[in-house]
């Protein structure tokens, strides 16, 4: 990123990862997540559910999908850069160094447009604090960028950042998508004490984090305001098919679509588009 801002192109609940049983319907962007993640390399226990980022530390009510990218649903909370942004940043995907002090930290996710389709080449810029709460303002400490993969996703290799006065844990972030304006945002850990008290602080940021790999595991998926065509209408379901829209299937139920049987892999309710050939993530062959 140069000093004008502007990038060049480039290559549920947090204690079960799952999400919770309701009569309501199964996000699109979960769906799609989970197929991602079936081929993706990063925690299974936070691929098998969506990113969270809505956590009340002082109610303890539970966490909502947020954001929760629904075919045109808002993207991303954009938030201040703060006085420690560097341009010019090194590209890589782990900034950890020898003898560099902290809590490991991994963060996980993808990155979506409005039709809750993931974007490849996306470029995120990654900063933050060190253990101390400190900032490497002469050097590139903890500072790096990369880019998505052709299936959306990212992975960061860090370490926990400390606290400094007047803010709670934070990492911060910038992305842009190919052409598209940059968005600067910041991610939260949940259950914080200091979360109640920085004005900054955004629920809607809040990671699922977890304890893991001998450090802490977090994901978060974005939504970036990037226009996307959602692709073709739903697949006409063939005669003799079993497999309905608008039914409420459980684990283990079967059903049969064009000729083949299959069993379901988790609770949803089946919605146009989501075929069983179609989501791996909802549907088993057999």
């Given amino acids: 990123m140069d000093e004008a801002g502007t990038y060049g192109t480039g290559p549920d609940d947090p204690g079960t990862g799952r999400e919770p049983e309701s009569p309501r319907l199964v996000r699109r962007k979960t769906v799609l997540r989970a197929a991602l993640a079936a081929t993706a390399a990063i925690p299974v226990a936070l691929a098998a559910g969506p990113a969270l980022a809505r956590t009340s530390a002082a109610s303890g009510s539970a966490p909502q999908l947020t954001p929760s990218c629904d075919d045109g649903d808002d993207p991303t909370p954009e938030q201040t850069e703060g006085p420690y942004f560097k341009p010019?940043?090194?590209q890589r995907t782990s900034l950890l160094e020898p003898g560099l002090p902290g809590t490991p930290?991994?963060?996980t996710g993808y990155v979506f447009g409005r039709a809750c389709l993931p974007l490849s080449g996306v470029l995120l810029d990654f900063w933050q604090a060190d253990t101390n709460g400190a900032y490497d303002n002469t050097g590139y400490r903890l500072r790096g960028h990369q880019f998505t993969d052709s299936r959306g996703s990212f992975a960061l290799t860090t370490i926990v950042p400390g606290l400094y006065p007047g803010r709670t844990r934070h990492v911060h972030v910038k992305l842009q998508a190919p052409g598209r304006p940059v968005l600067t945002t910041q991610?939260?850990?949940?259950?914080?004490?200091?979360?109640s008290t920085d004005?900054?602080?955004?629920?809607?940021?809040?990671?699922?984090?977890r304890d893991g790999g001998g450090g802490r595991e977090a994901a978060f998926d974005f939504v970036l305001d990037v226009p996307q065509d959602p692709g073709p209408g739903p697949t006409p379901i063939p005669p003799g098919g079993t497999w309905t829209v608008g039914v409420t299937y459980r684990a283990g139920d079967r059903v049969t679509y064009a000729g083949r049987a299959y069993v379901c892999l988790q609770a949803h309710t089946a919605q146009p588009g989501w075929e069983p050939p179609a989501v791996p993530a909802l549907w088993r062959a057999g």
């Fill in 88 to 90: 010019n940043s090194p």
């Fill in 187 to 195: 991610l939260y850990f949940p259950n914080e004490p200091r979360n």
């Fill in 105 to 107: 930290l991994t963060v």
């Fill in 199 to 209: 004005t900054i602080f955004d629920p809607r940021l809040v990671m699922t984090v």
